[in-house]
């Protein structure tokens, strides 16, 4: 598995898709493997690395990741088979803000690292999904060193994104049902959970 793995990274490099940092998704393994951590819930699955590796933490870690991109989908597919994780991982092909769960299901781990922007909106969605000990786990709020930064951006896109990243951060700060610890990990990171009083 670790040639497939070596391969998705330099697929990732070549074509410029974004997978996570390796502290990161170290960190999430850590993490999983300390908290007995078994359903995981990915919204942005990319070509699949951070699912094979968060599947692979455990023995009991299953995953299922959305993603709406079709090439992304279609890669993440094949490297899932390849890993031979296909009892681990589900896959699904939809937008994560159209998806529509079974609320039965509900799980420990939530991790989000698709659009930038739609992050809110993700969290809002998702929480329902998530179990009274579980946790949100959240990528990218550094924006490769932009977050903070945003004042001085001139480009439209970048800056209105980065601000959207910045908005997150003080709903995550400010947020009435959920604690959150930020790590200066990768890319950074968030770790939410729910409030005691839940
Ligand atoms: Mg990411």
Redesign the pocket.
């Given at each position: 598995m670790k040639e497939l793995i070596l391969e998705m990274e330099d697929y990732a490099q070549e074509r410029n898709v974004?997978i996570?940092e390796k502290k990161s998704i170290a960190f999430i393994m850590k993490y999983i493997k300390e908290h007995n951590i078994k359903s995981i819930l990915e919204i942005g699955s990319a070509i699949g690395y951070s699912a094979i590796l968060m599947a692979s933490s455990t023995e009991d870690a299953f995953v299922t990741t959305i993603e709406k991109d079709e090439e992304r989908y279609m890669e993440c597919l094949k490297n899932v088979k390849r890993c031979g994780m296909d009892k681990k991982i589900n896959v699904v092909f939809q937008d994560a803000l159209d998806v529509n769960l079974s609320e039965e299901v509900k799980y420990d781990l939530i991790f989000i690292?698709a659009a930038k922007g739609q992050y809110i909106k993700y969290f809002e969605k998702y929480k329902y999904f998530l179990k009274d000990n579980g946790t949100i786990i959240t990528?990218?709020l550094k924006f490769h060193g932009y977050v903070g930064q945003s004042n001085k951006i001139e480009s439209k896109n970048l800056k209105g994104l980065v601000q959207k990243i910045e908005n997150y951060i003080e709903f995550l700060k400010d947020n009435p049902e959920f604690d959150t610890k930020f790590y200066d990990i990768g890319?950074g990171l968030s770790v939410s959970t729910w409030k005691n009083d839940k």
């Open positions: 974004p996570i690292d990528d990218n890319d």
